[in-house]
């Protein structure tokens, strides 16, 4: 019988594994298809996807978080959640169905009428597999996760690439959506062996529905106030001020917060198990930030230290406007990769409490935005940052009283790696200095500083050693030998 321990290396292992496979795949069917496709696929495909999007964060009503947070669930209270979400995604579906006319009329787009119509089936395939897809959340058994999520999503690139070439043209995009839905919702029903049975009992569902509703508000805050800066800059500052603004958003925050959102995904079922233990959830979470803080703040730092050569090699001068936004969201990382205390209050049922919490921050989130864009685009990253800050510091002070943290616990839970990046960071802006006056292209100067950054980086965790380091690399050669796909 594993220990809780030997669960979350497992968990994070195979959850890892799992997500390196499907981004690689991503990533090379991407560039395939961009190379079969026109834009307009592309941007139609965006378009649905904002809505699309939205209808997600009804899709359950925060059930199947909810089944993993409890402690007990029963086969009665499965099934009920079953026939409710069956009938949620049945809504959605008609809702998406229909409102494909409009939103053709809206982007003046024809081809979303059908193009939505097809796609909103997803809403009811997705919904069937909440359930098997909990309970494999529960036992923590990641493996099968992974598995079935390589497998749909390598299966769904495949159709795509195929249905592209052979001139499908955006509805290949389409397809690729309903068979990753498809081959996914069949395989977890495949690994878990649970069918619904047909009954249904209110009185065996009420005691999820508070956290459920909590949990999917603190959501949809959480997804608009995300989509305010975009919204905002595009209306008021231009498209061109926001292609610079989200490209200087993505490249470096949109990797790490990815990161930290895979290990909150293992977390959350592991601490739930322990929800009464504090003295456990503060030892796991402490650990979730030294990890965290191990794999992202030396690209964070780094990204700061060596973002205008990168941006200048690789994009070219007439990309150098998102410079000091890369800069200000690399900040804006180190705050935001830290902020997990949503999964010790979901993880102990404090959705009400995180709710709470997401309407007050994110309401000043909105505020500084909308303050920010009327002095421009630096002043909007200027005002995420902000906005970030103060989320976490609201979350770090109920958290403290959550499970008894104080400052010092978690200052000394990063300090080491802290420390080590900073030093990192100023090697890095010194060589920079030296490199400029080289007169190298910034493509060199800035494999240069990559290839310094790194050897300074493995020096230093080689010699001193930080925790997560000895715990990744030795628990990592420990299950590699028994990962089997």
């Given at each position: 019988?594993?220990?809780?321990?030997?669960?979350?290396?497992k968990?994070?292992?195979?959850?890892?594994?799992?997500?390196?496979v499907v981004?690689?795949?991503?990533?090379?069917?991407?560039?395939?298809?961009?190379?079969?496709l026109?834009?307009?696929?592309?941007?139609?495909?965006?378009?649905?996807?904002?809505?699309?999007?939205?209808?997600?964060?009804?899709?359950?009503?925060?059930?199947?978080a909810?089944?993993?947070?409890?402690?007990?669930?029963?086969?009665?209270?499965?099934?009920?959640i079953?026939?409710?979400?069956?009938?949620?995604?049945?809504?959605?579906?008609?809702?998406?169905?229909?409102?494909?006319?409009?939103?053709?009329k809206?982007?003046?787009?024809?081809?979303?009428?059908?193009l939505?119509?097809?796609?909103s089936?997803?809403?009811?395939?997705?919904?069937?597999a909440?359930?098997?897809?909990?309970?494999?959340?529960?036992?923590?058994?990641f493996k099968?996760?992974?598995?079935v999520?390589?497998?749909?999503?390598?299966f769904?690139s495949?159709?795509?690439?195929?249905?592209?070439?052979?001139?499908?043209?955006?509805?290949?995009?389409?397809?690729?959506?309903?068979v990753?839905?498809?081959f996914?919702?069949?395989?977890?029903?495949?690994?878990?062996?649970?069918?619904?049975?047909?009954?249904?009992?209110?009185?065996?569902?009420?005691?999820?529905?508070?956290f459920?509703?909590?949990?999917?508000?603190?959501g949809?805050?959480?997804?608009?106030?995300?989509?305010?800066?975009?919204?905002?800059?595009?209306?008021?500052?231009?498209?061109?001020?926001?292609?610079?603004?989200?490209?200087?958003?993505?490249?470096?925050?949109?990797?790490?917060?990815?990161?930290?959102?895979?290990?909150?995904?293992?977390?959350?079922?592991?601490l739930s198990?322990?929800?009464d233990?504090?003295?456990?959830l503060?030892t796991k979470?402490l650990?979730?930030?030294?990890?965290?803080?191990?794999?992202?703040?030396?690209?964070?730092?780094?990204g700061?230290?060596?973002?205008?050569?990168?941006?200048?090699?690789?994009?070219?001068?007439?990309w150098?406007?998102?410079?000091?936004?890369?800069?200000?969201?690399?900040?804006?990382?180190?705050?935001e990769?830290?902020n997990?205390?949503?999964v010790?209050?979901?993880?102990?049922?404090?959705?009400?409490?995180?709710?709470?919490?997401?309407?007050?921050?994110r309401v000043?989130?909105?505020?500084l935005i909308l303050?920010?864009?009327?002095?421009?685009?630096?002043?909007?990253?200027?005002?995420?940052?902000?906005?970030?800050?103060?989320?976490?510091?609201?979350?770090?002070k109920y958290l403290?009283?959550?499970?008894?943290?104080?400052?010092v616990h978690?200052?000394?839970?990063?300090?080491?790696?802290?420390?080590?990046?900073?030093?990192?960071?100023?090697a890095l802006?010194?060589?920079?200095?030296?490199?400029a006056?080289?007169?190298?292209?910034p493509?060199?100067?800035?494999?240069?500083?990559?290839?310094?950054?790194?050897?300074?980086?493995i020096?230093?965790?080689?010699?001193?050693?930080?925790?997560p380091?000895?715990?990744?690399i030795?628990?990592?050669?420990?299950?590699?030998?028994?990962?089997?796909?």
């Amino acid at each position: 019988m594993e220990n809780l321990h030997e669960k979350t290396v497992k968990g994070l292992t195979w959850n890892g594994l799992g997500s390196v496979v499907v981004q690689i795949d991503r990533l090379l069917a991407g560039i395939i298809l961009a190379n079969l496709l026109d834009p307009k696929s592309f941007g139609l495909i965006a378009i649905l996807t904002i809505f699309v999007g939205f209808g997600l964060l009804f899709q359950d009503l925060g059930f199947g978080a909810a089944l993993v947070q409890k402690k007990i669930v029963t086969d009665i209270q499965n099934s009920s959640i079953f026939w409710i979400n069956i009938s949620i995604g049945l809504i959605l579906t008609t809702f998406g169905h229909f409102s494909g006319f409009f939103l053709a009329k809206l982007f003046d787009q024809e081809e979303l009428s059908q193009l939505m119509t097809v796609l909103s089936f997803t809403f009811l395939i997705n919904s069937i597999a909440i359930i098997p897809l909990s309970i494999l959340k529960r036992s923590v058994d990641f493996k099968k996760i992974a598995q079935v999520t390589v497998i749909s999503s390598l299966f769904s690139s495949i159709s795509a690439i195929t249905l592209a070439y052979w001139g499908y043209g955006v509805w290949a995009l389409v397809i690729r959506a309903l068979v990753n839905s498809i081959f996914s919702t069949i395989l977890y029903f495949v690994v878990v062996k649970w069918l619904p049975k047909p009954r249904f009992s209110w009185k065996d569902v009420k005691p999820f529905i508070k956290f459920g509703l909590n949990y999917s508000g603190a959501g949809i805050f959480n997804y608009f106030s995300r989509k305010v800066d975009d919204i905002a800059i595009g209306k008021f500052l231009g498209s061109e001020a926001l292609g610079l603004y989200s490209r200087g958003y993505s490249f470096l925050m949109i990797p790490v917060v990815s990161v930290r959102n895979e290990i909150i995904k293992v977390m959350f079922p592991i601490l739930s198990t322990k929800q009464d233990d504090k003295i456990v959830l503060k030892t796991k979470f402490l650990s979730m930030v030294k990890v965290i803080a191990f794999l992202c703040f030396p690209i964070l730092f780094g990204g700061i230290a060596t973002s205008e050569f990168f941006v200048e090699g690789f994009l070219g001068e007439s990309w150098l406007g998102m410079v000091n936004i890369m800069k200000i969201m690399c900040v804006c990382g180190l705050v935001e990769v830290l902020n997990i205390g949503e999964v010790v209050f979901m993880a102990t049922g404090q959705t009400g409490l995180l709710l709470r919490i997401s309407i007050f921050t994110r309401v000043i989130f909105i505020l500084l935005i909308l303050a920010g864009v009327f002095l421009g685009i630096d002043y909007v990253a200027l005002a995420v940052l902000i906005g970030t800050l103060i989320n976490f510091l609201v979350n770090f002070k109920y958290l403290q009283e959550s499970i008894d943290l104080s400052s010092v616990h978690f200052f000394n839970a990063i300090k080491q790696v802290l420390v080590i990046s900073i030093a990192m960071y100023i090697a890095l802006v010194t060589a920079s200095h030296y490199l400029a006056q080289l007169k190298f292209s910034p493509l060199i100067n800035f494999f240069i500083l990559f290839l310094l950054g790194g050897a300074f980086w493995i020096s230093a965790i080689l010699k001193y050693r930080p925790y997560p380091s000895e715990y990744i690399i030795s628990k990592f050669l420990y299950y590699k030998s028994k990962v089997r796909i």
